[in-house]
């Protein structure tokens, strides 16, 4: 079955660059996103890359993809206050059971980001 | 317009009662989904209903628990005779696409922290 994994913790200084990676074993995962999750809230999109894609700029945020050693990671450029939360990196594979797009979650990386 | 809505935002119940967690997705949205998440396990799916029919159950995790959606809209899960490992944030996300395409972005509630004593 899928497996997603992050590092934990992550902690850096205001105006850094911040580099959450994450880990998956489906080769057969289609798109990879990243989310957003603040505390009491939901879970926020912040972007996907199409599994044939080996880099996406958004903005702040950039996404890297090694489809070969099934690795992705984001990078959030001159990070922000506002930037502390956790992210989940996901995988689907489309279509699934049942036509739907059922996301499978990495654990989570709680960014913390000092003055 | 308005998001996904969930309602209790916290339900603290017994071991052994019944409980009824609710979902209200964006007005339009066919596709809805049921996550979980929980300390031990992380985020697990639950369930996908595309309209009122749910073409994956597959990560419902026993017979304990049913989800059903009426009117293409609103969206409920039950779990019975809750036990202290149901205890977990239930998420529920709904998407535009009747068919769950890939690039759909699927919206996400604030959840539903379940405490079962």
């Known amino acids: 079955g899928e497996d997603v994994e992050q590092s934990l913790f992550l902690s850096v200084r205001e105006g850094d660059s911040s580099v959450i990676n994450c880990t998956y074993t489906?080769?057969?995962?289609?798109?990879l996103y990243w989310y957003k999750q603040e505390p009491g809230a939901g879970l926020q999109l912040l972007t996907y890359i199409f599994s044939n894609m080996d880099m996406k700029q958004d903005q702040r945020l950039t996404v890297l993809l090694n489809k070969k050693d099934k690795h992705l990671s984001l990078r959030i450029a001159d990070t922000q206050t506002g930037d502390s939360a956790i992210y989940f990196c996901a995988e689907s594979y489309f279509p699934s059971t049942g036509g739907g797009n059922k996301l499978t979650f990495g654990t989570g990386t709680q960014l913390k980001v000092e003055l | 317009g308005a998001g996904v809505s969930q309602s209790p935002s916290n339900k603290v119940t017994e071991k052994g009662k019944d409980v009824e967690l609710r979902c209200d997705p964006i007005?339009?949205?066919?596709?809805l989904y049921w996550y979980r998440q929980s300390l031990g396990q992380g985020l697990e799916f639950l369930i996908y209903f595309q309209g009122n029919s749910a073409p994956d159950k597959s990560g419902l995790p026993s017979d304990r628990f049913s989800a059903e959606r009426t009117g293409g809209s609103v969206s409920t899960l039950t779990i019975q005779r809750t036990q202290q490992e149901d205890s977990a944030v239930y998420l529920c996300?709904?998407?535009?696409?009747?068919?769950?395409?890939?690039?759909?972005?699927?919206?996400f509630g604030p959840g539903t922290r379940l405490t079962v004593l």
């Open positions: 007005s339009g949205h066919t596709a």
């Open positions: 489906d080769s057969s995962s289609t798109y």
């Open positions: 996300a709904s998407s535009l696409s009747p068919t769950g395409r890939a690039t759909d972005t699927q919206y």
